[in-house]
């Protein structure tokens, strides 16, 4: 059955570095989700591709942040530099067609957790 | 703003009880998610409801939806310890194209 790939799965890293994550969606998929999930709370959307186009990226912080889709298949996640708050779990989750509504649900990763130490 | 809210936030029941998880949320929504999610794990969905009136069931667990009320349920009928995890509602906006998630509830069953 075909997967969302997410790595690292886990993350340490001392305040002030960069860190990045990589998201391999389901092949086709053409809409791709990153999703922030801080301990004890619902995840909480960052960013949304539709190919390589950001279609929405209101909550992305991006003084630190940044998130590329390139070819419109893989997308990486870049922190830069890491905050203490920013220890999450960091959810990716794809979707054939034009996102969820055309498709009617999200396939979700592993997600990726990071610690800042 | 978009709130999702669920009630309650913990809850811990004995097998072979009946209980039921809430979903509120605060703006219209036509369709409304449930998840299941296992320690350090990802998403598991369990339900998809799309219409007012909707109800789903798989096991022991069946969800509703009554948009008119801005509220959907989780029924767990007869609990195993199998479905210890966290569940949350996620709402779809009107005219939007990505989940806003309550904020979990998360079920521990006793044997």
């Known amino acids: 059955e075909a997967e969302v790939a997410q790595s690292p799965r886990y993350k340490i890293t001392e305040k002030s570095q960069a860190v990045a994550f990589w998201c391999d969606p389901i092949s086709g998929h053409a809409t791709l989700y990153w999703y922030r999930q801080i301990l004890g709370q619902g995840p909480e959307l960052l960013v949304q591709f539709q190919d390589e186009s950001v279609v929405d990226d209101s909550q992305l912080p991006k003084d630190r942040f940044s998130a590329e889709r390139l070819k419109g298949v893989d997308s990486t996640l870049k922190i830069q530099p890491a905050e203490l708050g920013d220890s999450a779990m960091y959810l990716c989750a794809s979707s054939p067609g034009r996102g969820l509504r055309e498709a009617g649900e999200l396939f979700f990763g592993e997600g990726s957790r990071l610690t800042v130490l | 703003e978009l709130k999702v809210e669920q009630n309650p936030l913990f809850l811990s029941m004995q097998e072979g009880k009946n209980y039921t998880i809430y979903c509120n949320y605060s703006t219209t929504s036509d369709r409304l998610y449930w998840y299941r999610q296992d320690p350090g794990k990802s998403l598991e969905s369990l339900f998809v409801?799309?219409?007012?009136?909707a109800v789903k069931q798989e096991g022991r667990l069946m969800a509703s939806l009554d948009t008119k009320a801005r509220l959907s349920t989780l029924h767990i009928t007869a609990a195993v310890h199998d479905l210890s995890a966290t569940y949350f509602c996620a709402v779809v906006l009107s005219g939007a194209n990505n989940l806003f998630f309550g904020t979990g509830t998360r079920l521990t069953v006793i044997p």
């Open positions: 409801l799309l219409s007012n009136g």
